[in-house]
C-alpha cells in the first residue's frame, strides 16, 4: 500500500469541503483518507491502483465515481513526427531489454508540479515497478534532447556523464559506488559485463536505466515545456501501462501526448491508449453480488468506475492505465464498489451448519511446523508460472505442451506441473541473502489427462548449499515426525531426468509407490538459474499420506 499527499487547498477546490460525507465516500471508493496533515490530505492507494498514485489520475477517476465526467476519457494522440524515434539495440538483451516511450508537449510546471511529478514517479517504481526491478522510468526535458534516442548497453567504464545531484563526471561503476541512488540500486546491474543506457543522437547520455538520471539531460524544471519520457524493464506490457499513466497524468495537466516509434525487430508504435474489451454477464453479475440489477444499472454503475459499457453487445472498454483489470471479476468488483458496500443488505442463511477444520489442512499445518521448526521458511509462489521457466530453465524442450491460460495478459501463462522450479526460482532472486537457505511449499499443481485438468496437492523443499545425504535426512525426518516412520522408502530411479544429478537422485516410495523424488540439481539447470550454490531439493505428492494419516 502506498499513502500519497495531496494538496489540501487543491483538493477542497475539486470535491468541495472534507467532510465526513466526502470521507465516506473516498473511503467506499476504495482509498480510505489516513489524515490530514497541514496542507496536505493524506490518502491510502492500494497497489492494485497505480493509476490513482498521482493527483490528476486520482481526480480522474473519483469525479466519475462521484458522478461527473463519468465513462472512459478520450486523450487525443498525435502521430509520431520526424526523428521522434529509439532505436534498440541488441545489447540491451540480457540486461534490460524492453522500453515504452513518449514526448509529452505544452506542459506548465510550477514547484508544486515538479514534486507532484517526481512523487508519482517513485510510486510507481515501489509500486508498480518493484524498486525498479520490473519497471523503471526517465522523464527528461525535450529542449536538452537532440531526436532521435538509442537505448544500449555499454560495459561500465566507458559509461561516462554527471548524474543527478552531482558535480562531477563518473563512470558506470563509479555511480554505483559512490552515488547515493547508484547504492541503493547498484544491486539491479550487480554481475552485469554491460550496463544500459539512453543516449541521444548527439551521443548525451539521457541516463543509465535503473539507477539515475544525467544532470545535462535528465533534470525538469519550471522552463520545461516539453517532456520525453521513456519506461524500460523486461516486460514491455508492464511498461506500456506504465507509461500510460504517466502521460494521462500529464495530459490532465494539459499535455499534449505524441507516440515515438520504438525499433525492435519490428516497429512498436508508443504509447497505445487504445482500450481493453472484455465481455460482462448480467447473470453472473448478480450470482456473485447477490443483487437483482438490470442491465440499464450495470450501465450507470460501469461508468462511474471509468469505463465505457455497450449496451447491446454486453462488452466493457476498459482504460488503457488501468493495470488491475484482467477478467470479468474484475469489473464485477468495480461494480460492487460503484454500487456501494453500505448498500448490501447481510442476510444469515436459513440453514444449521457445525463447522470443523478441514483434516488436510490442519496436517498441511503440521508439516509446516515440523519444517519450520528446523530452519525452514514457508514461500508460496502463483498458480501460473512462466512457460521458460518450467521449460527451458529446467532443460526440457521449449515444445512440450503445458496447460496454457486463455488470453492471458502477461508472462505467467502456463498453470504450474511442479512446485520444485518455482522454489529454484525462489533461490535464484534472493542469491544476495545470507546463506544457508531453507524453502519449503505446500500446494497445488496440474497436469492434463485426456483433455481433462487435474490437480494434486504437493510438498517440495530446497535447500542450499545442500546435498543427497542432507535433503534425504529431511525427508525421513519430516515422515518421522508425521507418523509415517518406517513406511516410506528409498529407490534408485531408473531413468534419472536431466533436473538431477546422476548417482545422487532417488524416488521416494511409500507402499511400493512412488510419490516424489529427491537428489542434488544438476549443475546445468542451476546455471540456467544463475544460482552459484549446490541445491539439494524434493518434492512428494501427499494424496497417500493425507489417505494414510486419516486412518490415524
Not at 77 to 98: G, H, M, Q
Not at 111 to 122: A, C, D, G, R, S
Not at 320 to 329: C, K, Q
Amino acid at each position: 500500500m502506498a499513502i500519497i499527499s495531496f494538496n489540501k487547498n487543491q483538493f477542497e477546490k475539486d470535491f468541495g469541503t472534507l467532510d465526513e460525507e466526502l470521507e465516506n465516500k473516498i473511503a467506499m471508493f476504495g482509498t480510505p483518507l489516513e489524515g490530514i496533515e497541514g496542507k496536505e490530505v493524506k490518502i491510502e492507494v492500494f497497489p492494485n491502483r497505480p493509476d490513482l498514485l498521482s493527483y490528476p489520475g486520482f481526480k480522474r477517476a473519483f469525479f466519475a465515481f462521484i458522478g461527473k465526467n463519468k465513462g472512459l476519457k478520450d486523450y487525443p494522440l498525435n502521430k509520431p513526427e520526424k526523428n521522434y524515434d529509439v532505436f534498440i539495440d541488441s545489447s540491451v538483451k540480457e540486461v534490460r531489454p524492453c522500453t515504452a516511450c513518449a514526448i509529452v508537449k505544452g506542459l506548465n510546471f510550477n514547484e508544486e508540479k515538479i514534486k507532484e511529478l517526481i512523487e508519482t514517479q517513485e510510486k510507481l517504481h515501489i509500486t508498480m515497478g518493484r524498486k525498479r526491478k520490473k519497471a523503471a522510468i526517465g522523464i527528461y526535458p525535450l529542449e536538452k534532447i537532440k531526436l532521435p534516442i538509442t537505448f544500449k548497453a555499454v560495459e561500465p567504464d566507458k559509461i561516462k556523464f554527471i548524474p543527478l545531484e552531482s558535480e562531477k563526471e563518473l563512470s558506470g561503476l563509479e555511480i554505483l559506488q559512490r552515488n547515493p541512488t547508484g547504492k541503493e540500486y547498484a544491486h539491479l546491474l550487480a554481475g552485469k559485463a554491460k550496463f544500459p543506457v539512453f543516449v541521444d543522437s548527439a551521443n548525451n547520455v539521457l541516463s543509465m536505466p535503473p539507477i539515475i538520471n544525467s544532470k545535462l539531460t535528465g533534470k525538469v524544471t519550471e522552463e520545461t515545456k516539453d517532456v520525453f519520457i521513456e519506461c524500460s524493464g523486461d516486460n514491455l506490457e508492464v511498461l506500456k501501462k506504465c507509461l500510460n499513466i504517466i502521460v494521462t497524468s500529464l495530459a490532465e495537466n494539459g499535455g499534449q501526448i505524441y507516440q515515438m516509434n520504438i525499433h525492435y525487430k519490428n516497429k512498436e508504435i508508443t504509447p497505445d491508449l487504445t482500450p481493453t474489451k472484455i465481455k460482462i454477464s448480467l447473470e453472473n453479475t448478480n450470482k456473485i453480488l447477490g443483487i437483482n440489477l438490470k442491465n440499464k444499472d450495470l450501465k450507470i454503475l460501469i461508468e462511474k468506475m471509468g469505463h465505457n459499457f455497450n449496451l447491446k453487445e454486453n462488452v466493457v472498454e476498459i482504460p488503457s492505465w488501468r493495470t488491475d483489470i484482467l477478467h470479468e471479476i474484475d469489473i464485477i468488483e468495480d461494480i460492487a464498489i460503484a454500487y456501494g458496500y453500505e448498500n448490501f443488505i447481510p442476510e444469515v442463511p436459513a440453514i444449521a451448519t457445525t463447522g470443523e477444520k478441514n483434516k488436510e489442512e490442519l496436517l498441511k499445518k503440521k508439516i509446516a511446523d515440523v519444517l519450520s521448526g528446523i530452519g525452514g521458511i514457508e514461500v508460496s509462489n502463483y498458480h501460473l508460472t512462466q512457460r521458460k521457466d518450467q521449460l527451458e530453465k529446467m532443460n526440457r524442450s521449449k515444445d512440450e505442451e503445458l496447460i496454457e491460460a486463455q488470453g492471458s495478459k502477461t508472462d505467467y501463462s502456463s498453470l504450474r506441473e511442479n512446485l520444485s522450479h518455482l522454489l529454484l526460482k525462489n533461490l535464484s532472486e534472493n542469491i544476495d541473502s545470507e546463506y544457508p537457505q531453507q524453502i519449503f511449499e505446500t500446494g497445488k499443481v496440474f497436469s492434463i489427462n485426456n483433455g481433462e485438468v487435474s490437480e494434486k496437492e504437493m510438498l517440495s523443499g530446497a535447500i542450499s548449499p545442500g546435498n543427497f545425504t542432507k535433503i534425504k535426512q529431511i525427508v525421513e525426518y519430516l515422515t518421522r515426525i508425521i507418523g509415517l516412520q518406517g513406511k516410506i522408502e528409498f529407490k534408485e530411479p531408473e531413468n534419472v531426468k536431466g533436473e538431477f544429478i546422476e548417482g545422487r537422485t532417488a524416488d521416494i516410495l511409500f507402499e511400493n509407490k512412488i510419490i516424489g523424488k529427491l537428489g542434488e540439481i544438476h549443475p546445468k539447470i542451476l546455471n540456467n538459474w544463475k544460482i552459484k550454490m549446490p541445491v539439494a531439493l524434493f518434492e512428494i505428492e501427499l494424496k497417500e499420506i493425507f489417505e494414510e494419516l486419516r486412518k490415524a
